[in-house]
């Protein structure tokens, strides 16, 4: 997108001041919940995994994270407290966890957030019309302050990579392997570089070769044949979790069953469709497909489509139609109105991928 074009008349101030102040309530809602009342689990409760999992590996246990009955008991040896979570990573981000693991928790979480939010920040700066400040204060982003989740180091990674060219894109698109169902596009944005591609290659071997090494095979067998089995059933459950409410795709949305399957391949192809069309590598419409076509996705790693809501709303106020400028206002709204609707939420995002690419082509 090219954030120098004016489209003349910007948002109206009251209107632009409630999106963002309603993108934030549900993260705050979340912390002042967090705060006042035990959750059952502690503060940042996404970064309490890391923490666990790379105090695990310092003590030269880092195959227990990868088994998620002993991980628990890992977690209550830090917490003083057995909590039903688990950690979902690849060992290689284990190289990422282990130096947080090293600080008292809380330091550890102030500093995670601040690395995240910085380099989200550094990497969103460029595409920014309007304040900067606020790339790292949308929905998505808020969340993963709330709960130090990888998203804003993801969309930092994700920005980067599509800035970049040549083996420097292809080092990056190896740092994005410790979760790599979010780099769909990034893999195939790759492909038309074979420097990019090599170096990504030699980068994520390096990665895996390195994480054997420091915390033996066993970490990898483990990943392989428990932690990616926990995930398939965590995603095909059939009762009401919470964090089904967090997740925006079809598949979630509609029952996790056939039919469910059925109209997530229907939103994957419209959201490939009009991705083709377009023909124009635009990172934030690839981050809005990303969430139509795969289905093991969470709103708070939303950080960069988000961000592209609020460009476009900004920039194109002036040509935007009024239905085009609600779409683009739900899409913002997304991370919360999962949490009540999630049904909706992939008919939200296909409008909004589809007023993205229109833009993108005039």
Same mark, same amino acid.
């Given at each position: ?39 059952? +689990? ?49 060992? =290689? ?48 982003? +808020? ?5 130090? =989740? &990888? ?29 790599? =169902? ?113 289905? &093991? ?66």
């Amino acid at each position: 997108m090219d954030v120098e074009s004016s489209a003349g008349r910007r948002p109206p101030f009251v209107y632009w001041a409630c999106l963002w102040l309603v993108g934030m309530s549900f993260a705050l809602v979340l912390v002042f919940y967090d705060l006042t009342r035990d959750s059952g +689990a502690p503060p940042g409760r996404d970064f309490a995994n890391l923490y666990t999992a790379g105090k695990l590996a310092l003590q030269g246990r880092a195959w227990e994270a990868f088994d998620p009955d002993v991980f628990r008991f890992g977690m209550r040896e830090v917490f003083g407290k057995f909590i039903m979570q688990n950690y979902s990573y690849p060992p =290689h981000a284990l190289l990422l966890a282990a130096p947080f693991a090293l600080l008292p928790y809380w330091v550890a979480f102030a500093a995670w957030t601040a690395l995240s939010v910085g380099l989200f920040y550094s990497a969103a700066r460029p595409h920014m019309p309007f304040a900067p400040a606020l790339a790292v204060l949308t929905p998505a982003a +808020a969340l993963n302050v709330w709960n130090g =989740h &990888y998203g804003l180091l993801l969309g930092a990674l994700w920005l980067f990579f599509f800035a970049s060219r040549g083996a420097k894109a292809g080092w990056i698109a190896a740092l994005m392997t410790i979760k790599p =169902h979010m780099g769909l596009f990034v893999g195939i944005a790759a492909l038309r570089n074979w420097r990019t591609v090599a170096a990504a290659l030699a980068g994520m071997l390096a990665l895996v070769a390195l994480s054997a090494i420091l915390f033996e095979p066993a970490s990898w067998y483990g990943f392989v044949n428990n932690t990616l089995s926990e995930q398939t059933e965590i995603l095909t459950r059939q009762n009401a979790e919470f964090y089904f409410r967090l997740m925006p795709s079809a598949y979630t949305a509609f029952g996790r069953g056939n039919a469910a399957m059925a109209l997530q391949l229907i939103f994957a192809g419209a959201a490939g469709w009009l991705i083709f069309r377009s023909r124009r590598i635009d990172p934030f419409a690839l981050a809005t497909a990303t969430f139509l076509i795969v289905p &093991y996705v969470f709103v708070y790693d939303m950080t960069v489509a988000c961000l592209g809501y609020a460009i476009v709303l900004w920039r194109d106020w002036k040509l935007l139609s009024r239905f085009e400028k609600t779409a683009l206002t739900l899409a913002f709204l997304v991370p919360n109105i999962t949490l009540g609707l999630p049904a909706l939420a992939p008919f939200i995002l296909l409008t909004a991928l589809w007023v993205q690419t229109r833009m993108d082509r005039t």
